[in-house]
């Protein structure tokens, strides 16, 4: 599924217009009727629906609904909120068929006049401002809106709740707070924001037969889906070996932090991986050992020296290796020397992002995938930018710093974007607030560092390992534990559900 701006799906639209030849009507047709046959299946024809519509297509798709749900026998009344002149083109195409019907159309000019007028019905359907909506929102059509979200009736958007932006960095003036939201064609930019995919309520994706030549065209961003994860993810070999299932390295945990590195190594060996040593402190290798029995150990000889040749030949011997859980802020010599002298992937999270943070100020000289897997935290730190900034404009900053620095970045969150070094990004919206506890990120670490063993792609392998993490504690959810007390160590057993899934 691709997820895109509002520039972007205007260049879809026009795509298949006129490459794919099917006309702006009848995608208006396919997005009403589409959206009309989800509303029958989820209404009942004792509920009276109002059909709000604007100047623009947004408005042309509701005069589609409402003829559908009409045909079906459905108390459906259409009120224009606009004057007649400002409906135009597809739209006033489907506003006379609409009209030939001889079912109602009321013109509305005043909000007091709207707020009378809904007290009759249930349901309000908002075809007043689709994504073409811009600037502050203009009178009367605020006031229309205060009245609908204080009508208290059931509010369904189409494609978007009126007044939202499609894009991110856009302050929200005054928008529809919708339940429902049917999008089309692709969801929005800011349905995966915090502060703006609360209007949307529930949403679904109608499918209006645009063909897919049309988004490639514009090479969107992806939202991460199982039928993704089943075509990428690597089939085992009946002859496979522990070598040929990736060797890894998890490198941190301080005296008294052997917690995080446990997890990490934990999560990688229940993600597949065929040998995984775990280097740490002296202190933590027995309590870590006595219950990850299947790694095996390397001793970090304190943190103040950097690597020796031991530790390099070691390292060197490695698929991939993540770095950082529980490490300690102090000390970026040892990650350089990480970085420098190895050729496989290094994944750096936690505390290790600090160390890489004082290493961008210095060139460090490295050919090899480098991923870093922040929280919003964590990425305004290394950004120099306000968590609230970030929250406005994840996607962008993302981009602009994986360009910049040459990493992927895993930019974890509810719904966690991962970017590559060329500006490609894919979204994992799996999982629930149960992750939002301590010890789940390390847990993500060590399955990441599996997936880059295993996979050529690095932006699939990190998608894949955003996706089996997430997919883990929905299950877990579902079946078992509930969002309150899912633990990470849980969300580490259950990913042999989600693998079951997989094969
Ligand atoms: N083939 C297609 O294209 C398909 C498109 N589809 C549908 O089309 C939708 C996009 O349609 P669109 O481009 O007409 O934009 P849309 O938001 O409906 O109206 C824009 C108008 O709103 C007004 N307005 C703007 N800002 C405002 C403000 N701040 N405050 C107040 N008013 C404001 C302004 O009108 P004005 O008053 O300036 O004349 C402007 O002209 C899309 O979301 C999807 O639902 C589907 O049917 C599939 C096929
Ligand atoms: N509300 C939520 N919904 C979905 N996933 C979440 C939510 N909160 C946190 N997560 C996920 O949980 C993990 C938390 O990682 P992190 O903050 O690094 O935890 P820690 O450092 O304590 O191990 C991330 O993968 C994040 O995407
Ligand atoms: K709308």
């Not at 629906?49 to 559908?68: E, H, K, P, T």
């Not at 004057?83 to 019907?101: M, S, Y």
């Not at 949403?203 to 039928?227: E, F, T, Y």
Request: charged share 20%.
């Amino acid at each position: 599924m691709y997820i895109v701006t509002a520039e972007e799906m205007y260049e879809i639209d026009r795509y298949a217009i006129e490459k794919g030849g099917i006309e702006g009507k009848i995608l208006m047709e396919n997005a009403g009727s589409q959206v009309a046959q989800q509303l029958t299946q989820t209404f009942t024809k004792r509920e009276k629906m109002a059909v709000l519509v604007g100047s623009g297509n947004n408005g042309g798709d509701g005069f589609v609904i409402a003829r559908y749900l009409a045909e079906k026998g459905f108390d459906v009344t259409v009120f224009q909120l606009v004057a007649d002149e400002k409906i135009k083109g597809d739209a006033a195409f489907h506003k006379h068929l609409w009209l030939n019907t001889s079912h109602p159309l009321y013109q509305i000019t005043e909000p007091l006049e709207l707020k009378q007028h809904l007290c009759a019905y249930d349901i309000i359907i908002d075809a007043i401002l689709g994504i073409g909506v811009l600037g502050e929102i203009r009178e009367p059509i605020r006031s229309f809106i205060n009245v609908i979200n204080q009508s208290g009736l059931v509010k369904v958007a189409i494609d978007i709740p009126s007044g939202l932006p499609a894009n991110e960095g856009i302050h929200v003036d005054k928008a529809i707070k919708a339940d429902l939201t049917y999008i089309i064609d692709a969801p929005k930019t800011t349905v995966f924001l915090e502060d703006t995919s609360r209007y949307y309520g529930k949403w679904q994706v109608m499918n209006i037969g645009i063909p897919d030549a049309a988004h490639q065209s514009c090479n969107p961003n992806h939202l991460w889906r199982k039928k993704d994860v089943l075509a990428s993810f690597p089939k085992r070999d009946l002859y496979a070996h522990k070598g040929s299932n990736g060797k890894g390295m998890v490198i941190g945990g301080q005296a008294l932090m052997p917690g995080s590195i446990l997890l990490s190594a934990r999560a990688a060996l229940r993600s597949g991986a065929g040998l995984i040593t775990v280097a740490t402190v002296r202190e933590n290798i027995p309590i870590v050992a006595s219950q990850c029995v299947e790694a095996t150990y390397h001793l970090l000889e304190g943190f103040s020296g950097g690597f020796q040749s031991r530790n390099r030949e070691a390292f060197q011997q490695m698929d991939a290796i993540a770095f950082g859980m529980g490490i300690g802020r102090q000390n970026a010599t040892m990650l350089r020397e990480l970085l420098e002298s190895t050729t496989c992937p290094v994944l750096i999270d936690a505390d290790g992002l600090y160390h890489w943070k004082d290493l961008l100020r210095s060139q460090v000289k490295r050919d090899a995938p480098t991923v870093i897997t922040p929280h919003f935290g964590e990425m305004a730190m290394l950004t120099d930018r306000s968590v609230a900034e970030l929250k406005q404009n994840p996607f962008s900053i993302s981009r602009q710093f994986a360009q910049q620095h040459q990493v992927y970045v895993v930019l974890k969150g509810k719904n966690t974007i991962i970017t590559a070094p060329d500006g490609e990004q894919i979204v994992s919206d799996q999982g629930n607030a149960g992750l939002a506890k301590g010890g789940t990120g390390d847990v993500l670490s060590g399955i990441l560092l599996t997936m880059l063993m295993q996979h050529q792609n690095v932006l699939i392998a990190l998608a894949n390992g955003c996706y089996l993490h997430g997919t883990s504690a929905e299950y877990l959810v579902e079946e078992k534990h509930s969002e309150i007390d899912l633990l990470a160590t849980d969300v580490i057993e259950g990913l042999s559900q989600v693998f079951r899934t997989l094969s």
